[in-house]
């Protein structure tokens, strides 16, 4: 899922001023290897203390930029975060937060150290959820509700995506129907905290023909669905198989999560977003995951190309749903 972290001003400096090469040079490395290759793990924090010249001054001036310049070329142009409780400060100094993780510089240089750290990190920053049986109900459904929380947390919009919801609706499957009420209603609670959410559905016209529905009574099927996102004015578009490779592109269930107008992860949920069944216990065999960056980058250019250029079959929002 999403994970972040900051860089405090003490941490610089005390690599200015009181650590001496090689132990500098570990430093770095910890940031490439660990922190900086993890697609997950997100920079949120005072930019312009990134690029401070003052804190490179001094005798490992060029390491300490070195430094800089590795964290420069790889953090997202991302300014703001809603909500400051990262998980992960680089500092000296402790943090009162007991939910936040405090690395100083001496925990990275120990050898000892940096190792419990190194495996500590790659075990609560996973990029993805798999339901598991072996366990406690309560016990899975508290850590789905955690993980995906990390998919909202950060996000200021977010797309859920759906090609197969409207079939779904119009079989009439009691359990199923009711699975996708309360997964829908569970992601509801999860993004209240988000500026924006659209909904994006598929549809094969000749299948909708064969169940005997029109468009018409297919979108007051979708709005009395859809009503429970009624104060959140979220667009919902319905991209038929006429609009071939729109359709294709919403073929996967998924969230595409933004900030800022950045991008910052597609989490694709395999086997539907029916995640809460019908009695409100988790589904079984179920992956939630990030995928990398190469797959989000092409997924991103085909949705821009494809669909948000592509006419809608069904569209309204929330807002104007009257039931």
């Known amino acids: 899922m999403i994970y972040s972290f900051n860089i405090k001003k ?3 400096e005390k690599l200015r001023d009181k650590i001496e090469y090689p132990k500098l040079k570990y430093v770095i490395n910890f940031f490439e290897e660990f922190i900086l290759s993890k697609e997950n793990l997100f920079y949120f924090g005072d930019r312009k203390l990134i690029s401070d010249k003052n804190l490179s001054k ?20 991302i300014n703001k975060l809603k909500n400051a409780d ?4 680089f500092s000296n100094l402790p943090s009162k937060n007991t939910r ?6 001496d925990e990275i240089i120990d050898i000892e150290k940096r190792t419990a750290l190194t495996k500590y990190i790659k075990n609560v920053t996973p990029n993805k959820w798999m339901s598991n049986k072996k366990i406690p109900e309560e016990v899975i459904k508290k850590d789905l509700s955690s993980s995906l929380k990390r998919i909202f947390k950060y996000a200021d919009k977010v797309y859920i995506v759906d090609a197969f919801l409207p079939d779904h609706l119009m079989n009439n499957i009691p359990n199923i129907v009711q699975s996708f009420k309360n997964s829908f209603k569970f992601f509801k609670d999860l993004s209240i905290s988000v500026d924006e959410i659209y909904f994006y559905n598929g549809i094969k ?22 009503i429970i996102f009624k104060n959140s004015k979220a667009p919902v578009l319905v991209k038929s198989n006429k609009e071939k490779l729109a359709y294709e592109n919403i073929y996967h269930r998924m969230f595409i999560t933004f900030l ?16 809460i069944k019908e009695n409100n216990s988790t589904a079984e065999s179920r992956i939630i995951k990030k995928i990398d ?7 991103l250019e085909n949705w821009e190309k494809y669909v948000e250029n592509s006419s809608n079959f069904i569209e309204f929002n929330t807002s104007e ?3």
């Open 260 to 275: 800022d107008g950045v991008n910052i992860g597609i989490f694709t949920a395999e086997r539907g977003l029916n995640i």
């Open 321 to 323: 749903i009257n039931i």
């Open 205 to 226: 016209i000749y299948q909708m023909r064969k169940k005997n529905y029109d468009q018409k009574k297919l979108e007051d099927l979708l709005k009395n669905f859809y």
């Open 10 to 12: 003490d941490f610089f």
């Open 58 to 77: 001094g005798k490992n001036q060029s390491l300490i930029r070195e430094l800089q310049l590795l964290l420069e070329k790889n953090l997202k142009p």
């Open 86 to 89: 990262v998980d992960f400060i």
């Open 293 to 299: 960056n190469d797959e989000t980058a092409e997924k």
């Open 100 to 105: 936040q993780k405090t690395i100083s510089v």
